[in-house]
């Protein structure tokens, strides 16, 4: 470093440590986005997958305008809860629980049910200790919901990698 002048990366890493740590200002709020701590949660361990605004690339189903159809029945309810990816995370359950909320809410309100209730961490607790066969489930709920009149049609929610 020459003089009192910085190199382009050591300012480069100093833009980053204020963006970081820096109340935000003026010139940063445009471009500084707030993340809570289930946007957080989701951004590192369902993003890769899922895609980081819900619509995911075609080896995974798609979060957006589906999954809250699955929160109309108390299966579909459970199944949220115990995919793998879900399940398996290393998240504890309140922070699952509100983070599924979050995510329902999110990308998907308009197909949740109207009497929607919030997953409670004791609850996702009981429920993330059931083992399944997502694909195997999914097509029994596609069948029972489309039977109870919950889904529009089996395409809503037919899935294949
Ligand atoms: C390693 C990739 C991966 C990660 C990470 C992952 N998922 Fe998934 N997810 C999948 C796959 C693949 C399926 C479909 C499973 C199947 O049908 O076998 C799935 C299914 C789902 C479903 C059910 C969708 C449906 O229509 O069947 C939900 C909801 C879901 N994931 C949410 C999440 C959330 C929330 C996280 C983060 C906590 C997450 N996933 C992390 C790959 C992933």
Redesign the pocket.
């Known amino acids: 470093m020459s003089g009192n002048y910085l190199t382009a990366g050591q300012l480069g890493l100093l833009i980053l440590l204020l963006v970081g740590v820096t109340p935000v200002s003026a010139q940063t709020r445009t471009h500084v986005v707030h993340f809570s701590k289930s946007a957080t949660l989701?951004a590192l361990?369902?993003a890769?997958?899922?895609g980081h605004s819900g619509r995911s690339s075609a080896e995974?189903?798609t979060?957006v305008n589906?999954?809250g159809y699955y929160a109309r029945s108390a299966e579909g309810r459970a199944y949220?809860a115990q995919?793998p990816?879900?399940a398996m995370?290393a998240?504890s359950d309140a922070d699952l629980a509100a983070m599924?909320n979050w995510?329902l809410k999110l990308y998907s309100a308009k197909q949740l049910p109207a009497d929607f209730k919030d997953y409670t961490g004791a609850e996702v607790a009981v429920l993330r200790q059931v083992s399944i066969t997502?694909?195997i489930r999914?097509k029994e709920l596609i069948e029972s919901m489309l039977a109870a009149g919950l889904i529009p049609s089996a395409t809503v929610?037919e899935?294949s990698p």
């Open positions: 989701y361990n369902c890769a997958c899922h995974f189903p979060l589906r999954i949220i995919v990816g879900v995370s998240i599924l995510l997502p694909r999914r929610l899935w």
